[in-house]
């Protein structure tokens, strides 16, 4: 499988600078994609179109050659760094995960996630705590990419360290392609097999200086 943007454009707002303009990327099944560029460069709004979670103003994301599905869970699961934002205040932890129908013990030790938080609310847990859930969620059987957003950004070294031996047994073991944006270099030389620096793949300077 893979995943494409081709000739994606983007901005916030009708009168609002470019953000993206003209990016072209493509992750591949099995590869280990770190994404990188200045603070405010449109790392997080490059993965968030990926995911489906905005729509590109001009442009499209293909998933081997198509549109992203409309319905059900996706195959692209978007991880970000505010576990509190992705996840159904309303329902207990119990719930977030049977939604998901991602509920292997084996996931859920190697992340450090005790039984008795299942019962409980996300308030009622930290944000480390309820991050591992959002991994947990993320690798459910469907999945094919993972996109990782400064995901770890929050968590304290063990703990991180934890989430992301756990991420690279997955992605490996079931190939699955990974995109990760962060600002630690030492962890994308661990993880990555290939890195993308949104500036030399971002056209916005040549148009908007036209
Ligand atoms: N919802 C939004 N509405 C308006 N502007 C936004 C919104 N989200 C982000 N921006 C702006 O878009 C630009 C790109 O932001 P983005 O978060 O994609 O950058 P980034 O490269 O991921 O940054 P960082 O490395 O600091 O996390 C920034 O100038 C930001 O202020």
Redesign the pocket.
């Known amino acids: 499988m893979q995943i494409e943007a081709r000739n994606v454009s983007f901005r916030?707002g009708e009168k609002s600078p470019w953000?993206l303009k003209d990016v072209s990327l493509k992750v591949e099944e099995g590869e280990r994609v770190g994404l990188i560029?200045p603070?405010?460069?449109?790392?997080?709004?490059l993965v968030k179109i990926l995911a489906g979670y905005l729509r590109p103003l001009e442009g499209e994301i293909l998933l081997d050659g198509k549109p992203l599905p409309e319905k059900g869970i996706s195959p692209v699961q978007l991880i970000y760094q505010h576990p509190e934002k992705a996840i159904n205040p309303r329902w207990k932890m119990k719930k977030v995960l049977e939604e998901s129908g991602m509920c292997r013990e084996e996931v859920m030790d190697a992340l450090g996630i005790e039984r008795e938080w299942l019962q409980r609310y996300p308030r009622e847990l930290s944000g480390g705590e309820l991050q591992r859930f959002c991994v947990a969620r993320s690798l459910f059987h469907g999945t094919h990419f993972l996109f990782a957003d400064?995901m770890s950004t929050m968590l304290d070294v063990i703990t991180q360290a934890q989430i992301w031996n756990l991420m690279l047994k997955e992605v490996t073991q079931r190939r699955l392609g990974l995109l990760m944006?962060t600002h630690n270099s030492n962890l994308a030389k661990r993880v990555c097999t290939r890195m993308v620096d949104l500036s030399e793949i971002n056209h916005k300077e040549e148009r908007t200086s036209m």
């Open positions: 916030y953000i560029g603070s405010g460069y449109g790392k997080s709004t400064e944006v």
